[in-house]
């Protein structure tokens, strides 16, 4: 048997998934693809988590749109985080050009044209569905992180939330959150003070910066209602089909540490919410996220430590999630060992420090009779990747130097006009996009004062009407200056301020 005889039947046994999977694409060997050696992907291991790696330019996106519109035709939901904003085409069926089918000529394997349904998400006010969550979801842990807070900061924090929870007062939005930071060191001082200690006004005041700083990356367009429902990314069409949710993040890719929060609270949501699948022949959910060295890069080690662990976990509600950035080395170690399926695409090596990520990249894939990995890793073609996947018994598949087929869908972006069309026949839009500010902490608060001043000032007018008919029925006028004195008296009497107390306290309950 001829060495290259050898190859096709290493590749094939290795990838021959009993179940249903995935075409990726066919193997190379010695600069020849060898369609009959396929390289299939068991869907029942894509909840084990992946890696898409590679230079600028070497096929990463459309490696990623390839496997969520297969995912889609799958019956399997997909949520991509598009972070340049280039993966809207996979709506549109592709534009059919000649050197696509020239590569399906060397895959012999037939290539059809379709798109996928989609649904675009939005986190601000670009075209989209909005999507939204509730200050008090978030929680003070989540949000101690993301605005950096110290340890006696978080701690006020998780005291506001708990006042907040043992007083009825919906946290939805950050202006809530700003209004219960005033109350506890202003009017509500002794309240606090009594129940839960003393909260300094520099803490707060500390805190509410941080809040403002917050607000300026755009975070309030964020925290607030209606909030998401993660069940709404499971959607199928009516085909059966799974919606793949495209959340445009093009106005956020500036603001690593935003971003990053919102993936971890997203997960955590999702993990919170979506019952645990046991051993399931295909994923429920599987998340995409494009230039993912954003979410590490400035993620602090508390925030790296939670994503590793959700990660860790989250497989078990049947929940794969991809990672697309340029090398294996951004994405954390830890995290690194728990993704099964690796695509790693060509990788430059222009400088010293080039060919010092390339002997590392190469060390996180197996070792093969047939490829040397570091010449593989520099020499391979746009849309060709070195592949290991896991196969149904969760062993690591051989390395597979592999032509990868095209994508169904559109390479390009949409139009404006086209992204319009699709938006305006979302279903989710006319659910989420509607601006909803219920009663909640801010409004109940401001109520509360302004119920407390009027009290405060009925009861003034009630101390001069007292005194005016003293001085009138009396024995002669008392100076001015005496009933001014008598009500300064009055409203800087314990009795007094407890009494506005009491009345805030009973409406507090
Ligand atoms: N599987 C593929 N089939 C056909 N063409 C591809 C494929 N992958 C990449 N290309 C070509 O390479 C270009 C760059 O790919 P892209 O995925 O945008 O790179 P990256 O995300 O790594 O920067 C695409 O616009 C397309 O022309
Ligand atoms: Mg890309």
Redesign the pocket.
């Known amino acids: 048997m001829s060495n290259t005889e050898n190859f096709s039947r290493h590749i094939s046994e290795g990838y021959q998934p009993k179940g249903d999977y995935i075409y990726l694409?066919a193997a190379m060997y010695k600069g020849e693809v060898h369609a009959d050696a396929a390289v299939k992907i068991p869907l029942k291991t894509m909840n084990r988590h992946g890696l898409i790696a590679?230079?600028?330019?070497?096929?990463?996106?459309?490696?990623?749109?390839?496997l969520a519109e297969n995912l889609s035709k799958k019956g399997v939901p997909v949520l991509l985080m598009d972070v340049k904003g280039?993966l809207s085409g996979i709506a549109k069926p592709s534009d059919e050009e000649d050197?696509?089918y020239a590569?399906h000529e060397k895959l012999k394997f037939p290539f059809e044209a379709s798109g996928s349904p989609v649904e675009i998400l939005s986190l601000s006010e670009e075209e989209g569905v909005r999507l939204r969550a509730t200050v008090s979801e978030f929680g003070p842990v989540l949000l101690s992180r993301i605005l950096d807070l110290s340890d006696t900061q978080s701690g006020i924090l998780s005291i506001i939330f708990k006042y907040c929870d043992d007083n009825h007062l919906p946290l939805l939005d950050l202006k809530d959150l700003k209004k219960i930071l005033q109350f506890a060191t202003g009017e509500g001082k002794e309240e606090f003070e009594n129940s839960y200690g003393r909260i300094s006004v520099a803490s707060t005041g500390a805190i509410l910066r941080k809040i403002v700083g917050l607000e300026q990356q755009g975070a309030d367009k964020f925290f607030g209602e209606k909030s998401f429902e993660v069940e709404d990314l499971t959607r199928k069409n009516t085909e059966g089909y799974g919606f793949i949710n495209i959340l445009r993040l093009t106005d956020i890719q500036d603001r690593p540490k935003l971003f990053s929060t919102f993936m971890l609270s997203l997960l955590a949501e999702i993990y919170n919410t979506f019952p645990e699948q046991g051993d399931s022949d295909k994923p429920k959910l599987v998340l995409f996220i494009?230039e993912a060295h954003l979410i590490f890069e400035q993620a602090s080690r508390a925030l790296q430590d939670q994503i590793e662990s959700i990660v860790k976990l989250i497989r078990s509600k049947g929940v794969g999630i991809y990672f697309?950035t340029q090398n294996p080395t951004d994405v954390p170690a830890d995290v690194l060992g728990q993704l099964g399926l690796k695509i790693q695409?060509a990788l430059r090596a222009f400088t010293a420090k080039d060919r010092k990520a390339i002997k590392l990249a190469a060390e996180n894939y197996p070792i093969s009779d047939f490829y040397d990995t570091k010449t593989e890793l520099t020499s391979l073609g746009?849309?060709e990747a070195l592949v290991t996947a896991l196969d149904e018994k969760g062993r690591p598949t051989p390395l597979a130097a592999t032509m990868?087929?095209?994508?169904m869908s559109r390479?390009?972006i949409l139009t404006k006009e086209e992204l319009k069309e699709l938006t305006a026949n979302s279903a989710l839009i006319a659910k989420y996009n509607q601006e909803i500010d219920r009663e909640s902490a801010y409004e109940i608060l401001t109520g509360k004062i302004d119920r407390a001043d009027a009290d405060k000032a009925r009861e003034k007018a009630k101390e001069e009407r007292k005194k005016f008919e003293k001085a009138s029925t009396g024995r002669g006028r008392k100076s001015s200056n005496g009933t001014e004195k008598a009500i300064v008296k009055v409203l800087t009497s314990a009795t007094f301020i407890r009494g506005v107390m009491g009345v805030l306290n009973k409406l507090m309950k």
């Open positions: 694409g590679g230079a600028t330019g070497t096929g990463k996106s459309k490696t990623l749109q390839i280039d050197f696509i590569r494009d697309v695409h746009i849309g990868l087929r095209a994508p390479m390009d």
